[in-house]
Nanobody, 118 residues
């Protein structure tokens, strides 16, 4: 059974940073394509970053240059380092596994809230 448990969300001021973590279980973590998505108020859930099965990363335009996705196979943990946060980054961030065509995923975590506000 695939489980994805996110943590690290919270309230941060504009320009600040947060690091999200996702502890995964129930599948072969080291070989898996994983990523992060988010749902901001008033919009559908969208992809943010992908870390594929061979270590390549891809980012949505909104995340390029500010967010970094990384993986620690020894800890079965996926990270999303978010810098230079903006109010429009506010939303629920989801860890995801098993990449599908169209930059979506088969499995999603429960999500962690990120609020960027002064």
């Amino acid at each position: 059974q695939v489980q994805l448990v996110e943590s690290g969300g919270g309230l941060v001021q504009p320009g600040g940073s947060l690091r999200l973590s996702c502890v995964a279980s129930g599948f072969t973590f080291s070989d898996s394509c994983m990523g992060w998505g988010r749902q901001v108020p008033g919009k559908e859930r969208e992809w943010v970053a992908i870390f594929d099965s061979v270590g390549n990363t891809r980012y949505a335009d909104s995340a390029k240059g500010r967010f970094t996705v990384s993986k620690d196979n020894a800890k079965n943990t996926l990270y999303l380092q978010m810098n230079s946060l903006k109010p429009e980054d506010t939303g629920v961030y989801y860890c995801a596994a098993d990449c599908l065509p169209g930059r979506t995923f088969d499995y999603w975590g429960q999500g962690t809230q990120v609020t960027v506000s002064s």
